[in-house]
């Protein structure tokens, strides 16, 4: 079956549902008037109740897959979450004026009638209940299936109330009666709180579920190596939910890169609850903390000046920095210099020792002044990130500069070395 036909068909369950609770709403209503029943009268209050909470989801759940939403998403559903805030305080209000008045003055004939029409006024409740439930599988919505449980609720209640007016019925006893009004007080004090208190926090944009924050915390850090939450925030609205958070990741990934990523988290964390239907994440930028920055020397000391050349240099100075401060400087003989090359072209096994013995010291940054296509490439394989200086200037002023973002990115090697043209060379 296609999804819009499942969809459709939910819709229609929904209606049949509504129609039901409004037939049972009516049933109550009536007679409990006729009859001056207040407990069958505050029973059909509640069903009024229960067919607003009904309508409340259906519209929500359009306003979900419609394209008004889109424009002004979170007010759209705070206009719902106030109406039925403002409708559950008015039927929680009668109900208790009506229950005040049926405690202290139960009606001095009992009659069968109203608890007929009472205990009649269950049966469609329950097809309403079971309609919801089906609806609430084809359309995977928590909300629709929460009041399809509530109703199941209300039926086990309102036979309560069945058989405390059967009581009073049978034996003219004020206290069945009383039992009965507080039974269907105690149902809509439940049903009042249950959808008043939900708008209520949405309205003030108080956290429904602070566990969902939580999970989508720790679902993403686990799912997303490398990925660390900032901050995280939930804002209910209505049956939706809308997620804000901000993120941090290495920092030396890309826009792009960062971009594909917040659309993986995204839709990862609308996966983890189906009533998420906008997820905004922000990704925020990051300064690396430590560093282990390498340059070429010829000759080993902290201040003596940046070598010419990188995979010909004598030695490499290694600069440890934590919190943009220097922990230490080490100079290391260049073993990968003297490399017997054999059929193998010698540059490339140069530069891809050196990129080993770089990368094997734990080696983040490169900064040379020149350096060719095989070096840089290979450094650029290890994640290493490469720098440029001018040439003369010394390994003290080089580190300074590195410390205050005074230098040149190098996205490309300086040198061209065409390993093809070189080949024709060769064969010439
Ligand atoms: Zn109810």
Request: glycine letters at 6%; hydrophobic letters at 45%; charged letters at 20%.
């Amino acid at each position: 079956m296609s999804t819009l036909r499942m969809v459709r068909g939910a819709y229609v369950l929904i209606a049949a549902s509504l129609l039901l609770t409004v037939v049972s709403m009516l049933l109550r209503l009536i007679i409990g008037a006729l009859s001056s029943n207040e407990a069958v009268l505050i029973e059909g209050i509640h069903a009024s109740l229960d067919v607003a909470i009904t309508l409340a989801v259906l519209v929500a759940l359009t306003l979900v897959r419609s394209r008004l939403a889109r424009g002004f998403p979170y007010g759209l559903y705070k206009v719902e979450d106030l109406v039925t805030l403002v409708l559950a305080g008015i039927l929680f209000a009668i109900a208790i004026e009506l229950g005040y008045e049926g405690f202290s003055r139960p009606p001095s004939t009992p009659s069968m009638l109203p608890m007929i029409a009472q205990a009649t006024s269950l049966a469609p409740l329950a097809g309403a209940s079971y309609l919801k439930y089906v609806a609430s599988k084809k359309l995977n919505s928590p909300s629709l299936r929460a009041d399809s449980i509530h109703t199941v609720g209300d039926v086990a209640e309102g036979g309560g109330v069945a058989l405390g007016l059967l009581a009073y019925a049978m034996s003219s006893n004020p206290i069945a009666y009383r039992l009965s009004i507080l039974v269907a007080v105690a149902g809509i004090v439940a049903a009042a709180y249950e959808a008043g208190h939900e708008s209520f926090l949405s309205i003030l944009d108080l956290p429904l579920d602070k566990s969902l924050i939580d999970r989508i915390l720790k679902s993403v850090e686990s799912s997303f190596k490398g990925v660390k939450v900032e901050s995280i925030r939930a804002r209910w609205a209505g049956p939706v939910i809308f997620v804000e958070m901000l993120i941090s990741t290495h920092p030396l990934k890309t826009i792009e890169e960062a971009s594909v990523l917040s659309r993986e988290i995204r839709k990862h964390v609308r996966q983890l609850n189906p009533n998420i239907i906008d997820v905004t994440i922000s990704v925020e930028p990051t300064l690396r903390k430590h560093f282990k920055v390498c340059l070429p020397q010829d000759t080993p000391a902290k201040d003596s000046p940046i070598s010419k050349h990188f995979g010909r240099a004598k030695y490499f100075a290694i600069v440890t920095i934590d919190d943009l401060k220097v922990r230490s400087i080490e100079v290391i003989p260049n073993t990968a210099k003297n490399v017997h090359a054999g059929n193998v072209p010698k540059q490339l096994l140069v530069g891809a020792r050196i990129a080993e013995l770089l990368h094997k010291n734990g080696v983040t940054d490169v900064i040379v002044t020149n350096i060719g296509e095989i070096a840089y490439s290979l450094l650029v394989r290890h994640r290493i990130v490469v720098w440029r200086v001018k040439e003369g200037l010394r390994t003290d002023e080089i580190i300074k500069l590195f410390l205050d973002f005074k230098l040149e990115r190098l996205y490309e090697p300086t040198r061209e070395e065409s390993w093809a043209r070189r080949e024709e060379h060769a064969h010439l």
